[in-house]
């Protein structure tokens, strides 16, 4: 697979990733990839930070979209 | 989470089950003095609008208990109840070294809200309404309030396991569903024996009473304590029994 926005430079870039909203294939230098934090539990219990974060990636205008607001 | 924190929590969520909880029930006695009961059952509480009175009495907990449980649940667990506390501690769902404290959070907490609520409304909180506290009903004998209260709280554990504990369970329902239980539990049984359900939220406004008005209900204090306890120990491990494998 190819990176989606590098073709749209005409350029024949290998995709490294997906992005997991809009599913392109992206490069390395169009991909952001945020380590998101993961609780475990809620009432009638205290919830939890577990050690290990959940990895998500993102093309860059998906994640653009998502923190515009 | 810190204990600290978490105990905080309890304290804050149990006193706004007393303030708001307790306070609707103090506050219907206030509103129906001077009114003529139809006969010695009813005290008050229902003179005005029937099973109406305790309708409204289990809403005011409905709303406190469901909002304390969204906004502090993933917080403490928001307990807000002895009985809750120790029934999962018994399932060994809790530990040991936390029960102590949550409990004397929940007291804390109870405590404040009756001291401020009669702050807040004034001493015929106290002298009409008894900030709410909770005693057998005329003709309603000792163990017969255990009784009623050790079901109540059956139910309520019940459900608490069913909709919150179980990894099973739908997620979201549980503050409104638990809320909504305890609001019908009063509804039906509040004239039994005032369906506390909790030994915290008798405690508080006992305390409150005996301090500011000098008027001691201690003796009734082992009726909030044994029924609750043994209506959620045993709901939590009939629950265990019938859903497991």
Redesign the interface.
Known sequence: MKCYLCALDKKDTEAVAICIVCGMGVCMDHLVREELDV?E????????KLKRKLPRILCKPCYAAYHEG | ?SLMK?SIAEVVGTFMLVYFGAGSAAITLMISKGSSPPNPFNIGIGSLGGLGDWFAIGMAFAIAIAAS?YAL???????LNPA?TIA?WATK??PTRDVVPYILAQLVGASLASFLFAASVGMDAVTVGGLGATAPFPGIGYWQAVLAEAIGTFLLMLT?MGI??DERAPPGF??LIIGLVVGGIITTTGNIAGSSLNPARTFGPYLGDYVLAGNSLWQFFPIYIIGPIAGAVIAAFLYDYLSGE
């Open positions: 609780w539990g809620g009432y009638p219990f205290p919830s939890r | 989470m978490r449980i649940g993933r917080i403490s667990g928001a307990h809750v999962l769902r809790f608490i919150a504990v549980a503050g």
